[in-house]
């Protein structure tokens, strides 16, 4: 196991002793919010855990894309519902929106569950950090589709306000997902980078 793959695990690994000391002290005070902020963190640890397994077999050169005909939009719309509920659950106040909805193409060929894994990803990343606004889009640029999303929040220095419970599994699954997608001599990759005119953060994954 790499290095980084064994910090990742330590993380998962304390992250679960929070949680086990959450379900303990509701042995004694079993209220409903406890009781949700406890669910929430098991269905946290519960993606992680998929994403750790997923960089697992990426590390061991066992990742393929299983690419179809998607429709990007759609998945954008998928995508936006559930964290518009998640950020509402949390009481996260967060305006999470499409951006440029109308530029997304069509279709285009990529492994749909790996891709939302690592869009998943990135967007928990930016929820951590934006202050107000996310967006989310895909759109095509030179001959690639790009998934970006975008965050309000201080920029590419700023301290992680959740770094206590943060896995460090976000830019290594999006990076692992991206390569396993590829066109003849053409790879995904990702790439971070900072918009001072917009005042915003923004990822992108580039697929080939």
Same mark, same amino acid.
């Given at each position: ?18 949680? !086990?000391? !959450?379900?303990? @002290?509701?042995? $004694? ?6 009781? /949700? ?5 098991? +269905? ?9 397994? +997923?960089?697992?077999?990426? =590390?061991?050169?066992? *990742? ?5 005909? =998607?429709? %990007?939009? !759609?998945?954008?719309?998928?995508? *936006? ?7 509402? @659950?949390?009481?996260? %106040? ?7 909805? $109308? /530029?997304? %193409? ?16 990135? *967007? ?7 202050? @107000? ?14 998934? !970006?999303?975008?965050?309000?929040? %201080? ?6 306000? @959740? ?35 917009? /005042?915003? +953060? ?7």
């Amino acid at each position: 196991m790499s290095t980084a793959l064994a910090l990742i695990a330590h993380d998962l690994k304390n992250a679960l002793g929070v949680l !086990e000391g !959450e379900l303990e @002290s509701m042995i $004694d005070d079993p209220t409903p919010i406890a009781a /949700q902020a406890a669910y929430m963190h098991c +269905t946290d640890l519960r993606r992680h855990f998929i994403q750790f397994l +997923t960089l697992y077999s990426a =590390e061991s050169g066992q *990742l393929d894309a299983l690419c179809e005909d =998607e429709s %990007p939009a !759609e998945m954008l719309q998928h995508m *936006l519902r559930v964290w518009q509920l998640k950020a509402k @659950s949390e009481n996260l %106040p967060l305006n999470i929106s499409i951006k440029d909805e $109308d /530029q997304a %193409p069509v279709f285009w060929y990529f492994d749909r569950r790996l891709v939302q894994m690592a869009l998943d990803a990135a *967007l928990h990343n930016a929820m951590r950090f934006a202050r @107000s606004r996310v967006t989310v889009a895909a759109y095509k640029r030179d001959g690639a589709l790009v998934w !970006e999303v975008a965050d309000d929040g %201080p920029g590419l220095d700023a301290t992680d306000p @959740s770094a206590p419970h943060a896995t460090g599994l976000g830019t290594a699954l999006c990076e692992a997902v991206a390569r396993a997608h590829h066109l003849k001599e053409r790879c995904g990759h990702v790439a971070v980078r900072r918009d001072e005119a917009a /005042q915003e +953060t923004i990822f992108e994954m580039l697929l080939p």
